[in-house]
Structure formats: C-alpha cells, structure tokens
Nanobody
Framework: QVQLVESGGGLVQAGGSLRLSCAASGINFSIFTMGWYRQPPGKQRELVAEITRGGSTNYPDSVKGRFTISRDNAKNTVYMQMNSLNPEDTAVYYC?????????WGQGTQVTVSS
C-alpha cells in the first residue's frame, strides 16, 4: 500500500529554520507530483509547495522566497526547507502525492513557531 512518512517537524523560534522530509513507498515516485500542505489551528488545509515530476515548483505568495521544495527520486523522498519561519507558519504539515485521480496523504507533522 501507499505510505507517506513525514519527519522533521518540531518547535522553533521565529526567524529559525526547519527541514521537513517525506519518504514515500508503494508508488512509482518519480512520476508523481509531490507536495506539502499545512493546516493551521482552526483553519483549512492549504498548499504550501508542490514539485512536479519534471522539477517545476509552485508556491503561494505567503511562503515564496522562504520555503524550498526539492525531491530525490533515488531515495523516494521529498523535502521542504523552511527559512525565516514566523508564528503564522505554525500548523500541521502534510505530505501529499498525486497523479491524475490518485491522491495520497501522510499522517502529518507538527511545526510550531514561537515568537
């Protein structure tokens, strides 16, 4: 079965950095679009970064220039480097993969940014 396992979350002070990782199994990783979403407390889940099979990336304005998504197809892993974190980045971060109608989610990892 498909598994997405996130790691790298935690507590960080404002201005700090974290690197999230998501290890995938059960899919042909190299052909799937990989993404990171987040869900702040009391809010809806939102896209924060996406990378296609060809390496094209997409970010919302709220994280552009601070977050960087990358993928290592040899390791079936997607990463997200998060810099200049602020308290508004506090959320549960979810790894996502999609291909056509297929979509899978990880269990989420908590990121908390203290002021």
């Amino acid at each position: 079965q498909v598994q997405l396992v996130e790691s790298g979350g935690g507590l960080v002070q404002a201005g700090g950095s974290l690197r999230l990782s998501c290890a995938a199994s059960g899919i042909n990783f190299s052909i799937f679009t990989m993404g990171w979403y987040r869900q702040p407390p009391g809010k809806q889940r939102e896209l924060v970064a996406e990378i296609t099979r060809g390496g094209s990336t997409n970010y919302p304005d709220s994280v552009k220039g601070r977050f960087t998504i990358s993928r290592d197809n040899a390791k079936n892993t997607v990463y997200m480097q998060m810099n200049s974190l602020n308290p508004e980045d506090t959320a549960v971060y979810y790894c996502n993969t999609r291909l056509g109608p297929l979509r899978y989610w990880g269990q989420g990892t908590q990121v908390t940014v203290s002021s």
